[in-house]
């Protein structure tokens, strides 16, 4: 008996239906990617050699001098104890130190600065902490998915700034309506630009703190790629023209520029109401960054930048050799002068998922659909140089079989 009603118990728990999640979860987009991981993984089950271009995941090991620091920091065991929610005040003062000399910006690092676990953190908790039920935030497209899903998830909607080709992947601001811009608390912008590779003139920076000030709405500039640029362009830093740091604020990584994606560092600078109010949050969100990881990230933004400047030189032969290769397919592409990525229209005929997916089952080559990153990226696609020269040369080699 009791072995029947065990039995009895375990039928009714399975048909129970499982917990219903949030709202705000089924309202995030589905995964745009999915069907190009599904073709990967066809593909490889078939033995195809996959080159892969989709991930802006450098594959250039991070510096030695900033191992070695680690190695070190490691073996200290005052960083193992839970590290300070802001981040140390050492790497808030290499912080400020850094954009001192790159940017001619001064920085207090006890408010003005925030250590964040990646840029990609702070980005995603800058809704949560400005954004209400149904506040606008100004989102650009196509764009890093992260702006708009996360300002849905804080109960915000999220109103589109597109991104067109032949406004040089900027936004138009002339064509918000007004009381748009009246309702909208925070924008995202991001320059050098992920995925379009676009950059932004200082007339830019100006127009966008102008409308800052008219409609009193924070900016959050996605800074991550400003030190991968080339032939002899120097991206500049918001804080540059807002120099009391009224209205904006800017996020930063360690990942790009050093070649540390999976460290997990970066840092949020500015407004030191938006640092204080984004570093609240945090404390009830996260612990903050381990304490070896901030001594080697000091060390990082201290030492030598030789390596910098050697990584910027590999990125751009391969930006070169990408660029020539594509038009001896017929796809003509602008070099772009900042970031490592190539953005290319599909052939006509194509959306770019199917462009994707044929590319994948033809030639065995991975590039990521522009719609992935918002419908104003329909007709692109996104190629991340982070694979070596040669992978590159047998994909253009593979590129000039392909039927199109």
């Known amino acids: 008996m009791i072995y029947v009603l065990q039995a009895f118990a375990i039928q009714k728990t399975q048909e129970r239906k499982m917990v219903k999640p949030a709202l705000r979860v089924e309202k995030i987009p589905p995964y745009l990617f999915a069907r190009i991981d599904k073709k990967k993984t066809e593909a490889k089950s078939r033995g195809i050699d996959l080159i892969d271009f989709g991930i802006g995941d450098p594959d250039i090991p991070t510096p030695k001098n900033i191992i070695e620091k680690m190695k070190e920091a490691i073996y200290d065991p005052k960083n193992h104890r839970y590290p300070s929610y802001e981040g140390m005040l050492e790497f808030?003062?290499?912080?400020?130190?850094?954009?001192?000399?790159?940017f001619e910006v001064?920085?207090?690092?006890?408010?003005?600065?925030v250590t964040l676990i990646g840029s990609k953190e702070g980005i995603a908790h800058m809704p949560w902490a400005y954004v209400e039920n149904g506040d606008i935030a100004l989102v650009p497209s196509p764009g890093y998915p992260v702006y708009k899903i996360m300002t849905i998830l804080a109960g915000g909607n999220p109103y589109i700034m597109p991104l067109k080709e032949e406004n040089g992947f900027l936004p138009r601001f002339d064509l918000i309506p007004e009381d748009i811009l009246y309702k909208a608390k925070i924008m995202f912008i991001n320059y050098p630009n992920n995925p379009t590779g676009a950059h932004a003139k200082d007339d830019f920076f100006e127009n966008t703190l102008k409308i800052a000030e008219k409609y009193n709405i924070l900016i959050c500039h996605d800074a991550a790629y400003s030190e991968i640029a080339y032939d002899g362009y120097k991206?500049?830093?918001?804080?540059?023209?807002?120099?009391d740091k009224k209205y904006s604020v800017e996020f930063h990584s360690l990942s790009k520029t050093y070649c540390m994606t999976g460290w997990r560092i970066g840092f949020a600078v500015g407004n030191k109401d938006a640092i204080y109010n984004l570093g609240k949050l945090?404390?009830?969100?996260?612990s903050g960054v381990f304490q070896a990881i901030q001594v080697a990230g000091i060390e990082a933004l201290t030492g030598s930048q030789n390596s910098v400047e050697d990584i910027k030189k590999i990125f751009q032969r391969r930006r070169d050799a990408v660029v020539e290769g594509l038009k001896t397919v017929g796809i003509n592409v602008t070099k772009p002068l900042a970031t490592f990525y190539i953005w290319a229209k599909v052939p006509e005929g194509y959306t770019s998922a199917d462009f994707c997916e044929k590319l994948i089952e033809e030639t065995g080559i991975v590039v990521t659909p522009g719609s992935g990153f918002g419908d104003e990226g329909e007709g692109y696609f996104r190629i991340a140089i982070t694979i070596d020269e040669d992978r590159i040369d047998e994909a253009i080699k593979r590129l000039k079989s392909l039927k199109i």
Request: no cysteine.
């Open 235 to 243: 991206p500049r830093s918001i804080l540059e023209f807002d120099k």
């Open 106 to 113: 001064t920085l207090d690092p006890k408010d003005e600065v």
């Open 92 to 102: 808030r003062q290499a912080v400020s130190g850094w954009y001192k000399k790159r």
């Open 282 to 286: 945090k404390t009830n969100v996260d």
